[in-house]
Structures are given as C-alpha cells and as structure tokens.
C-alpha cells in the first residue's frame, strides 16, 4: 500500500487566498483524521471522519476552516481566505475503526506558508 | 478534560547513556501508542500497547504500560545519534471515540 497520500505537500500563499488541501487515505480505513502541527501549539486535531460522516469537528479553529469526505478515498481542507497564522504544517492520518487498536497512519503533511 | 503530560519536554543525553520518557494520562484507558517524528518528517508508529503490563522493545527503545498508574515509559538503551527525533505518546480512548489524544512530545537529541 502507498500509505496516506497527501497534495500538495507545499503550498505558499497570499493571504486572503483559498487554500485547498488534499488527503487520500489508505484504502480499507475507514476513519480519517486532519491535524496542524506548530511549534507553538503542537500538534492539534482539526477534525475527523468515520464512514466518510465528520464526527467531531470541534478542533476547527474557525469558519474559514471547512473539511469534505465526499468517499472513501479522498478528503480535502479548506481554509478561505487564508490567513499568516494559518501557517503550519497540516497531516492527515487514516485508520480502521473496528480492528485490534486505533493505530493512526500518518501523511507526510502539507507545510502552507500564508505571506 | 483528558490530559497527557510527557516528561521531560526536552531532552539532550550522551551516546551511550540509558534514559527514561515518561507519559502520565488523566483517565481511564488501556491502550497507549508511541509515535516518532523526525524533523521536517511525518509521525511514525513505533509502538501499540494493548494492555496493562504490556512491554514492547525495538532496537535500544523498550515501551511499556501500567493502566493502573496511568503511565507508560519509554526506556531509552545506549543511546546513538539516530535515536535524536521527537516522540509521542497518544492514549486510545476506545470506547468514547476512536481518536487518539497525544501527548505534547519529548524533543530528545543524542550527542557524542
């Protein structure tokens, strides 16, 4: 398998700009997570998915910040319009709900620049 | 709140030397997670532990679980330059959710 797959893996933008981020998880998981990772805050969960449904949003910082999981094998992370602080690196990670642990695969993340 | 606190925060030891990370977590669980990080890098499972007693070793890393005290360590062995990266802990809920809560990192650096 692949793994996680993210795109692209770096973005530099304006602020004010849509910044789109994309995930494709590994196949046959079934619950996919996005997280940010600063030197300030650490890593942070964002928001999560099970059966492609969000389940717990409650880590988006703000409405500029939207995520779809419209099948099985993609997901995406919008953040409109971007803003400086929105600067980090973004990971998606995968895994089965349902089997012996919840042993999250990691993406190799998407670094985003907002100037 | 569920809470998990990793000590030390940062950590700078000699080749050769042996050390400890620790990760104490607030609530009740059974199932504990290391991860490893090096710089620039993604998050890589290092180990699941799945019960209380649990202990799991690769190479000079050797992770352990004791759910009663709500701690699990991470023993470092001789430690070489290779081993320099940040490490994780993340502690599985399960029956709430199936998120992981991680623990702020350890920032561990090996010198000569």
């Known amino acids: 398998d692949a793994g996680v797959i993210q795109s692209p893996r770096h973005e530099v933008t304006e602020m004010g700009q849509e910044v789109t981020l994309r995930c494709k998880p590994i196949?046959?998981?079934?619950?996919l997570f996005w997280y940010r990772q600063t030197m300030m805050r650490g890593l942070e969960l964002l928001i999560y998915?099970?059966?492609?449904?969000?389940?717990?949003d409650s880590g988006m910082p703000e409405d500029r910040f939207s995520a779809k999981m419209p099948n099985a094998s993609f997901s995406t992370l919008k953040i409109q319009p971007s803003e400086p602080r929105d600067s980090a690196v973004y990971f998606c990670?995968?895994?089965?709900?349902?089997?012996?642990?919840?042993?999250?695969?990691f993406g190799p993340g998407t670094r985003l620049t907002v100037t | 709140e569920l809470k998990v606190e990793q000590n030390p925060l940062f950590l700078s030891m000699q080749e050769g030397k042996n050390y400890t990370i620790y990760c104490n977590y607030s609530?009740?669980?059974?199932?504990l997670y290391w991860y490893r990080q090096d710089p620039g890098k993604s998050l890589e499972s290092l180990f699941v532990?799945?019960?209380?007693?649990a202990v799991k070793q690769e190479g000079r890393l050797m992770a352990s679980l004791d759910t009663k005290a709500r701690l699990s360590t991470l023993h470092i062995t001789a430690a070489v330059h290779d081993l320099s990266a940040t490490y994780f802990c993340?502690?599985?809920?399960?029956?709430?959710?199936?998120?992981?809560?991680f623990g702020t990192g350890t920032r561990l650096q090996v010198f000569p």
């Open positions: 196949s046959g998981h079934n619950s």
């Open positions: 609530t009740t669980s059974d199932r």
């Open positions: 998915f099970n059966n492609n449904v969000p389940i717990d």
């Open positions: 993340a502690v599985d809920l399960r029956y709430n959710t199936d998120k992981l809560i």
């Open positions: 990670a995968s895994s089965f709900l349902g089997g012996a642990t919840y042993e999250q695969y």
């Open positions: 532990l799945l019960s209380n007693g």
